[in-house]
């Protein structure tokens, strides 16, 4: 069973969702602001946060913000202003996937019990024997671990999309992709929104690498999509 907060002035909204995730078998806390979500969240972290944008007080982004500088747990985002800034902000700032309202709570569902899916399995201790990083440049990949390392270096801290769209790339050196091809790799259920989430996705992983990573880089392949160059030692 796991653990949803529902972050929503909207009462009645708020209580839709939190019925169908019920049904489905999860536990369910809901907030009508934002007002005390930072500690609540510090000292009783969810396992998915649904959070509202539009809200009084402080809104849904600056409280991202705000939850993306101590955690990493997994946040989807809603908006009854349908504006597309709101989405490219949400997922700027690190939200894990984005809904406008209206929206079907059952398809709600389905997006928290994927993501609930892999958390679950990324989560799982493995007993196997450790098997190889992937190498890109001089990031170190491990999947089975779920770190990059650079070499001789830090660790890098990637949120989850972040390290899958890196391993993405690793694997499969110097071939374009779409942006459509992508999203069909990177995430792993019927994605519904704007196909330019891929562009801010690569944006963030760009900054993230910018100073660390020699030997890769993620490059625009102008009118199509996005590939990886990794320059052979």
């Known amino acids: 069973m796991s653990r949803i907060l529902v972050v929503d002035d909207d009462q009645n909204i708020c209580q839709l969702i939190s019925e169908y995730l019920k049904k489905d078998g999860h536990e369910v806390q809901e907030l009508f602001s934002g007002e005390g979500l930072i500690d609540r969240v510090r000292q009783e972290p969810p396992d998915c946060l649904i959070l509202d944008i539009v809200m009084p007080g402080v809104n849904g982004l600056q409280l991202l913000t ?7 747990l997994p946040i989807i985002m809603v908006s009854a202003r349908g504006e ?22 059952r398809e709600l569902v389905g997006r928290v019990r994927s993501m609930m899916r892999l958390v679950e399995f990324y989560q799982t201790p493995r007993t196997e024997a450790a098997t190889p990083p ?10 089975q671990y779920r770190k990059v390392q650079i070499e001789n270096g830090p660790e890098l801290v990637l949120t989850f999309r972040e ?12 071939r374009p992709y779409s942006r459509e091809q992508v999203i069909r790799q990177v995430w792993d259920y019927d994605f519904l929104g704007d196909v330019r989430v891929v562009d801010e996705l690569v944006k963030r992983l760009r900054k993230k690498i910018l100073n660390s990573a020699a030997g890769f880089s993620i490059d625009t392949v102008w009118g199509y999509g996005y590939k990886a160059t990794v320059e052979l030692s």
């Open 66 to 72: 705000s939850i993306r500088g101590f955690s990493e």
């Open 84 to 105: 597309e800034l709101d989405r490219i902000m949400g997922l700027e700032l690190g939200c894990n996937d984005f809904l406008g309202k209206p929206f079907h709570p």
């Open 134 to 143: 992937v190498r890109a440049g001089n990031l170190l990949i491990s999947e």
């Open 163 to 174: 390290f899958e769209l890196l391993l993405h790339f690793a694997r499969n050196p110097n």
